[in-house]
C-alpha cells in the first residue's frame, strides 16, 4: 500500500504581539514548530536558526530517532554559541516539536519500512489524532507540566495556572540538552498536530479535537485553529502544522512551508500599517489641539516701552512654538493714557472673545475722548 503524506501550515502574529517569534517548517518528511524567547527580537532569531539548521540536517536524511536527537543538540550548540557571540542575543532560546518521517526496517516494504519520530524541547507539542482517539504525543518540559506528573494540579488547570509559560528546557539556553523522543508507526489515516503554546493557551485540547475531527483539508484546518486561538484572545504567536498520513493520492500537493522565507509577514506589515496610521492620527489631534490652544484668547498690549507705542490687540498665546499676532489696532497711543490705565495695559488684560476685547478698548477710547 502507498502512503501520501499530505499537510497545512501557518503561523500568525496573534492579537496582541507586534511580532512572530515563532517559526514553522512544513515539507515532504519534516514538519518543525519553533517558539522563540528572549528580547531584542532574538526569539525570532533562535526560531528561525532552528529550523534552518533543521532543514539543512534533512537534506542529507534523517535515519531515525538517534540521529534527529543529535541534529538537534547540534542545533542547540549553534543556537547556544550564537546567543553568547552577540549581547543583543545573550539569553535567547527557543522551544522545538519536530516530526521527521523516517526510515525504519529496510527488509519490508517501502512503506512498512517508514516510522514517524517525534522530538520535543520545550511546551510546544506534538498531537495525534489516530482512530477517532486523541492524544498527546509529547510530554511538555514545563514548571505546570511537573505539577501534573507529580499530581498536584490537573491538566485543564495548567492551561490557566499563572506560571504555564515557565519553560524547563529550551534550545540555546546550555551548551547541552536532553532531547526526548518518540518513534511511532506510520499508519494510513493518522492525523498528526503539532503547535506552538499560543494555540493550547487560548484553545482546550477538546476544541482542537473536535476542530481535527469535523475538518478534512489540513491546511484549512490549520488556519481554522489558528482562527479559534485568536478569537479566544491570541495573546501569543499561535502557529499550527496538521499532517495527515493517507493511503490513497488525493491529487493535491502540500505546498512547502518555510517561515524563515516568508518574513517579513504581511500580517507583521499589516500591523504596523496600522500603528503608523495611529500614531499618526494622534499626531495630528494633537497638533489641531495645540494650536487652537496657541491661538486661543485675545488681549490689549503696548507694541513696545516707548511713550510713542501704539496700543495693539493681539490674537493667541505665547505657547511652545507659537507666537500671538497683532489683531487689530486701536489707533491709541500709550502718552494719551492717564496713569491707571497704563498700568492696566501693562498688565495685558485678556478676553475669550473678539467682541469683548474690543468693547475694552473702546470703553479706554470713551475715557481718553473724555479727558
Ligand atoms: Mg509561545
Redesign the pocket.
Known sequence: MTIFIRWGAFSDTGVLRLQN??AVLAREGLFVVA???GGHNAGEVASAMAIKFLGAAQSSGIADAQQLNSIIKEVNEKIFQAANGQTDQRGMGT?LTALAITPTNKSKSENDSKSVTVANIG??RTYLLRAGEFRQVSVDHSYVQELVSEGLITRDEARTHARR?IVTRALGIEPTVGVDTWTLPLIAGDRYLLC???LV?EVTDIDIETCLKLNSDPQQTANKLVEMANKNGGR????VIVVDVLDKDNKVVSKPVDSTLLKPEVNFSFRKLIISVVVAVVALVTSVVTTSYARSGYFVAYEDETPAARVLIYQGKEFLWFNPTIEADSTLIRSDLNLVLDAEIVTRPDFSSPTDVQKYVNQIREVVDGN
Not at 236 to 239: F, G, K, L, R
Open positions: 517569534e515563532d517558539d522563540g524567547m522551544t511546551d510546544s509559560n506552538s503554546d499560543g493557551d501569543d504567536n499561535t502557529t
